[in-house]
């Protein structure tokens, strides 16, 4: 399968801990997404990388999330501190130049 | 700003029947739209990407539309299936600016029924 992966799938965490999620796109993309969904909602934008670059950041986005992407292949999101709100799906998508190709998620629960 | 809608919210139909689901966006300088699909507790599957010179794109029973003068796209969806029950959403990428980032919708919740 040479979809986009996502790891882990679902993981829950008490408020107060960190958590790192990681992601692995299409290896031919340069572009890498991260973004976040709660019921109901579109998929909401939090970060995005071309190659090792990160280029674009949410304005939302909490000083306690942090996104890396080294040597322009996989890519982690970290959350510190983690408190209920955070509970989401957090997707990943890899581009081309034109489409976006998605990863199943890792839905995170904050208790 | 892009804002992007998508109407109705819901929508539950008995199987066989043609439908449409619709987009609407604010600003029509795009570089490109994406339709997706999501099942529940899932990633989103690309259905259809139409480009900002193109009028529609087709795949299946599948058929959207773009009309970037009046910020709107539509996809078809032909004889419908319960297996086409799932949220449906639009991005739109932006045109210009140097962003890549896109403009997602809230979705249309399909329920086709047996």
């Known amino acids: 399968d040479t979809g986009v992966s996502q790891d882990p799938r679902h993981k829950i965490t008490k408020r107060g801990q960190n958590v790192t999620f990681r992601c692995d796109p299409i290896?031919?993309?340069?572009?890498l997404y991260w973004y976040r969904q709660t019921l109901g909602q579109g998929p909401e934008f939090l970060t995005y990388f071309q190659n090792e670059a990160q280029l674009e950041k949410s304005r939302l986005l909490s000083d306690r999330f942090s996104a890396e992407r080294p040597k322009g292949s996989f890519s982690t999101l970290e959350i510190q501190r983690t408190e209920q709100g955070d509970s989401a799906m957090y997707l990943c998508?890899?581009?081309?130049?034109?489409?976006?190709?998605f990863g199943p998620g890792t839905r995170l629960t904050v208790t | 700003k892009q804002e992007v809608t998508q109407i109705p919210a819901a929508l539950s139909v008995p199987e066989g029947e043609n439908l449409v689901l619709n987009c609407s966006f604010t600003?029509?300088?795009?570089?490109?739209l994406q339709w997706f699909r999501q099942d529940p507790g899932k990633g989103l599957t690309s259905l259809l990407l139409?480009?900002?010179?193109?009028r529609e794109q087709t795949s299946g029973r599948l058929n959207a539309s773009l009309d970037k003068s009046s910020g709107r796209s539509t996809l078809y969806i032909a004889a419908s299936q319960p297996g086409d029950s799932a949220t449906y959403l639009c991005?739109?990428?932006?045109?210009?600016?140097?962003?890549?980032?896109?403009?997602f919708g809230r979705g249309t919740s399909l329920i086709v029924h047996p």
């Open positions: 290896s031919e993309h340069n572009r």
């Open positions: 998508a890899s581009s081309d130049r034109y489409e976006q190709y």
């Open positions: 991005a739109v990428r932006p045109l210009g600016g140097g962003s890549y980032i896109p403009t």
């Open positions: 139409i480009q900002s010179s193109q």
């Open positions: 600003d029509s300088a795009i570089y490109n």
